[in-house]
């Protein structure tokens, strides 16, 4: 059987896998369509992406897995992707989080600070190219199959900008329909076409 590990966005938040893959009905979606679903929680306060990379490893199966994250967790998962790529059979990469946009990054390093994050941990987890805490060059490397889900409508957490240049950096990339992000309000009515096009990744 085809597993699924799906890694949850937020960053040092009120965010699990509950909230973001369980409760908007995507977990039992996808194993509707006969695929076996992972959704741990991440690290709760991470002090870098290698933490959380590791995190995630040491709860993968013996085979390997398609990867999903959603945000935030984007940069876990290439993370993981890069220092186990035995183990991580095509990643999907939705709604990915925007970096080096000037005020999203001041509001997150303010939230992040405010939460107890020392400098250079918030340099760990916001420093780094179109991804936090990842390369371009180390994005371009990723050899597995990549999808690349945006946030439709963008907003300025998501902005279709980080779409467009992972599809340029990431050589296996290729793009997938979008939709709002799982715990926004408007996200219900696109549940199943997000499932079918996860499941169908997935399966490929």
Same mark, same amino acid.
């Given at each position: 059987?085809?597993?699924?590990?799906?890694?949850?966005?937020?960053?040092?938040?009120?965010?699990?896998?509950?909230?973001?893959?369980?409760?908007?009905?995507?977990?039992?979606?996808? %194993?509707?369509?006969?695929?076996?679903?992972?959704?741990? $929680?991440? =690290?709760?306060?991470? *002090?870098?992406?290698?933490?959380?990379? %590791?995190?995630?490893?040491?709860?993968?199966?013996?085979?390997?897995?398609?990867?999903?994250?959603?945000?935030?967790?984007?940069?876990?998962?290439?993370?993981?992707?890069?220092?186990? +790529?035995?183990?991580?059979?095509? =990643?999907?990469?939705?709604?990915?989080?925007?970096?080096? $946009?000037?005020?999203? $990054?001041?509001?997150?390093?303010?939230?992040?600070? %405010?939460?107890?994050?020392? +400098?250079?941990?918030?340099?760990?987890?916001?420093?780094?190219?179109?991804?936090?805490?990842?390369? $371009?060059?180390?994005?371009?490397?990723?050899?597995? +199959?990549?999808?690349?889900?945006?946030?439709?409508?963008?907003?300025?957490?998501?902005? *279709?900008?980080?779409?467009?240049?992972?599809?340029?950096?990431?050589?296996?990339?290729?793009?997938?329909?979008?939709?709002?992000? +799982?715990?926004?309000?408007?996200?219900?009515?696109?549940?199943?076409?997000?499932?079918?096009?996860?499941?169908?990744?997935?399966?490929?």
């Amino acid at each position: 059987m085809t597993t699924v590990l799906l890694v949850h966005g937020g960053l040092w938040e009120e965010m699990d896998a509950e909230r973001f893959w369980h409760r908007p009905g995507i977990v039992a979606g996808l %194993q509707r369509h006969g695929v076996g679903v992972l959704a741990p $929680d991440r =690290l709760r306060r991470p *002090r870098s992406w290698t933490a959380e990379a %590791q995190h995630l490893a040491a709860l993968l199966p013996e085979h390997p897995v398609t990867v999903v994250a959603g945000s935030n967790g984007c940069s876990a998962a290439v993370r993981l992707a890069l220092a186990a +790529p035995e183990r991580v059979e095509r =990643l999907l990469l939705a709604w990915p989080a925007t970096a080096g $946009d000037p005020r999203v $990054d001041t509001r997150t390093r303010l939230g992040l600070a %405010q939460l107890g994050a020392e +400098p250079d941990v918030l340099d760990a987890l916001l420093n780094g190219g179109t991804l936090r805490g990842v390369t $371009d060059d180390e994005l371009a490397s990723v050899a597995v +199959p990549v999808g690349v889900l945006p946030s439709v409508p963008e907003n300025p957490f998501h902005q *279709r900008r980080t779409v467009d240049a992972l599809l340029r950096l990431v050589p296996t990339a290729v793009a997938l329909p979008g939709c709002p992000e +799982p715990p926004h309000p408007a996200f219900p009515p696109h549940t199943e076409a997000l499932v079918r096009t996860v499941a169908a990744f997935a399966l490929a």
